[in-house]
């Protein structure tokens, strides 16, 4: 039991007292009893009721009051305007942990959102931690606490095991794990966090994380609050080896309007909220049924070693389509190794190709073929996981027990192996292939989406600087009712940390700078100061400076309009290449001027025409949620068209910024694209370190940064134009 974590008397109670208890057990206020009892929950349940002595055959009291003993936990199922008395009268009685199930808050009107607050502000006072309003309740399954109205429950026993789930939306909870019971999924627990207007999701995956009972973790939100909580939490996770597979609600942009229409939340920056998630180790399911499949493979199968996997099937054209499949999910499919391919070939002599291997129909000719072949397979491979494709065998319940048997051998000998059945099956099969700790799909498609989400799961742990998150890896997460964020002093969104080295403890300070937009030399002065490089450049203020500044750096050279009120200089012609001589720069500088209109000049930068290369853009984002993330982009096509662009938490470490770059898909430009050279991917790599370094130092008055282009050669990089843009009142 995760006896030290301050949510845990919402899960493991001794007691529970239910406001606003029903004697009708189909009600709302009577269906939370009716599951406990069913349930064979032992603890005492106390009902509150100021009408009936009694309320489901169990002693019934007028008020908390006039209970005899304390009770760890209370559940408030009263209409909306006496929820407030009813917390009230839990402070009183020294009741620490409650949930708010009914509905009428924050989700409907002003009103609403008015007696939201006043909830909130009471539990504050007091130390109380709050789920809810309008919340589903919790499920635990071990210890028989159902303290929910899920109409869910009505036909359905969940079945303890390692899965939970914490969820915003009730509606959302209750139909994933409705659908988990239907396919025999274990279950562990259970919370639906509703409005939040204090536990939220991230402080249960955060508990989850800790939790002895759990070993997969599935979370759906709606919106995001603190994402330094939710980053944490994440890691947290990461480091105690536990898959968070997570779905979020409202990635499109309507999506996003209903999402803070149905909880107040706002849906935040789905790209950044991606790559958040793929850098804390976790995994992004885009329907249930996927996160089920993700699941299903944690919880029932080994922690894959490494992404290799190995295809053995009796049709050709399914072993094809899920290779297909595996490379598109970043699963390596081998080719085989000379000897394994002999030994396989000499056993079943009409298979064909290496990996996948074809059995054929006739493998029904090999006694004990399909089990035999595939330990030939694991025998002599590194690979983590093997698929095998059986057609609709596991349909014969009378042919398919013998071949089971083999394979259930195989799974004893190799416990670290993922053996992954696929095919049509009757459910007498499934059950007993699952009783074996194997697993079966009957769609090809979904059995390697859900190896891949495994594999990937790892890969990206095992990424991660889990030292530097580890050291506070199971302290609590700072909650709402922490001293500091009631009075509105949370830290800084990027101090969670990242995985990346820490940003300079004495940040590099510009001279200070009016308004909210640096010009571009104001932008590369400061730049320059964390490393990124420049080319020699004049700012000159009447044309026989520039003429002198050209004739210093060599001709051809180019001439740029500087103005802070013009950050897209092309749009009014503002930059002239390849001006030859004197008078071509001369001509440059009035041209420039009278194209600046009235807008506020600082002068014409003149430079020296930069030698050829690849033009990449590097950015900051500041975004309300996560803090500082680092961009990076090829220039030009890809990321105007394409949006070929890739997002990472700063600060960040070289290898980190060696995967930023990595995982943007026209990347493989730069390290020599059928028959280029190389380009000093090395030295695009420090500019982003020390751009994120940037990025952090100024975390609190940034809103953004522009490097475009930032010119990558074989010889280094250097950056061509930059745009720094402050928050107001930055």
């Known amino acids: 039991m995760n006896a030290g974590h301050p949510l845990q008397p919402f899960f493991d109670p001794r007691s529970v007292a239910i406001i606003g208890a029903s004697s009708d057990p189909d009600k709302l206020g009577g269906r939370p009893i009716r599951f406990l009892r069913d349930a064979g929950y032992t603890g005492r349940i106390f009902p509150i009721n100021p009408k009936s002595d009694t309320v489901q055959g169990l002693k019934a009291y007028p008020t908390l009051a006039d209970v005899p003993q304390a009770i760890d936990q209370a559940l408030i199922i009263v209409p909306a305007p006496g929820a407030l008395d009813a917390l009230q009268a839990c402070i009183a009685k020294g009741i620490r942990h409650v949930q708010v199930l009914s509905s009428g808050f924050a989700e409907e009107d002003d009103e609403g959102r008015e007696r939201q607050r006043a909830l909130a502000e009471l539990a504050a006072a007091h130390g109380v931690r709050l789920i809810g309003p309008n919340c589903l309740g919790i499920v635990s399954v071990h210890n028989r606490f159902y303290a929910t109205f899920s109409t869910a429950l009505e036909a359905l026993e969940p079945r303890e095991g390692g899965i939970s789930f914490a969820t915003q939306s009730g509606a959302f909870g209750s139909c994933a794990y409705a659908q988990a019971i239907q396919r025999g999924l274990g279950i562990a627990r259970i919370v639906a966090t509703g409005n939040e207007a204090d536990v939220d999701v991230a402080q249960c995956i955060d508990f989850l994380a800790a939790d002895e009972k759990t070993r997969v973790i599935c979370a759906a939100i709606e919106g995001c609050r603190d994402g330094d909580a939710l980053r944490r939490a994440l890691r947290r996770a990461a480091a105690a080896g536990k898959p968070v597979i997570l779905m979020k609600v409202g990635t499109s942009s309507r999506g996003q309007v209903a999402a803070a229409t149905h909880t107040g939340a706002v849906a935040g920056n789905d790209r950044i909220f991606d790559a958040v998630v793929r850098e804390c180790g976790a995994w992004r399911a885009t329907t249930i049924e996927q996160m089920l499949d993700i699941a299903y493979v944690c919880t029932q199968l080994a922690k894959p070693a490494n ?56 493998i029904g000719a090999v006694k004990n073929g399909v089990p035999r072949l595939a330990e030939v397979l694991l025998q002599d491979t590194d690979w983590s996981t093997l698929c095998i494709y059986l057609a609709q065998i596991p349909c014969d319940e009378k042919r398919f027990p013998a071949m089971l048997e083999g394979l259930a051998d195989l799974r004893r000998r190799y416990p670290d192996r993922l053996i992954v059945l696929v095919g049509p099956y009757s459910e007498r099969m499934r059950t007993d292939i699952e009783a074996e700790g194997l697993v079966i799909f009957s769609d090809p498609g979904r059995a390697m989406a859900a190896v891949g989400a495994a594999c990937g799961m790892v890969a990206r742990r095992c990424a991660m600087d889990l030292d530097e998150c580890g050291a506070d890896a199971h302290a609590p997460v700072p909650t709402d009712s922490d001293e500091a964020v009631r009075a509105g002093a949370g830290g800084s969104a990027s101090q969670a940390g990242s995985g990346g080295r820490k940003a300079s403890a004495d940040p590099k300070v510009a001279p200070p700078f009016l308004g909210t937009r640096l010009d571009e030399v104001q932008a590369k002065q400061v730049l320059a100061q964390y490393g990124l490089p420049m080319l020699d450049e004049t700012l000159c203020t009447d044309a026989d400076t520039a003429v002198a500044a050209a004739r210093r750096v060599g001709f051809p050279v180019v001439a740029k309009i500087v103005s802070a009120d013009i950050p897209h200089k092309t749009e009014i012609g503002g930059v002239l290449l390849n001006l030859k001589d004197e008078d071509a720069v001369r001509s440059a500088y009035a041209l420039l001027r009278q194209r600046a209109g009235q807008a506020p000049v600082s002068g014409v930068l ?54 930023l770059v990595g995982s943007v898909r026209a990347s493989r430009l730069l390290d020599g694209w059928r028959g280029q050279a190389a380009l000093d991917v090395p030295a695009l790599v420090r500019a982003l370190v020390a751009l994120s370094e940037l990025a952090y130092d100024w975390r609190d008055v940034l809103a953004g940064v522009d490097v475009n282009p930032f010119v990558l050669r074989q010889d280094g990089g250097v950056c061509l134009d930059a745009l720094i843009t402050l928050k107001e009142g930055g």
Request: proline share 7%; aromatic share 4%; with cysteine.
């Open 307 to 362: 992404n290799r996997a190995g295809i053995l099937t009796v049709s050709g054209g399914i072993g094809v389509l899920m290779t297909d499949d595996a490379e598109r999910l970043g699963v390596d499919i081998p080719v085989l190794a000379a000897d394994v391919r002999r030994r396989a070939h000499e056993l079943v002599p009409f298979a064909i190709g290496e990996n996948p291997l074809d059995t054929t129909a006739q």
């Open 606 to 659: 003149i430079a020296p025409m930069c030698a050829p290369g690849t033009e990449t853009i590097l950015g900051v984002h500041v975004d309300p949620l996560f803090g500082p993330m680092v961009m990076f982009g090829l220039g030009g096509v890809a990321v105007e068209l394409y949006q070929d662009v890739a997002f990472a938490t700063a600060p960040l470490s070289e290898a980190r910024a060696k995967a």
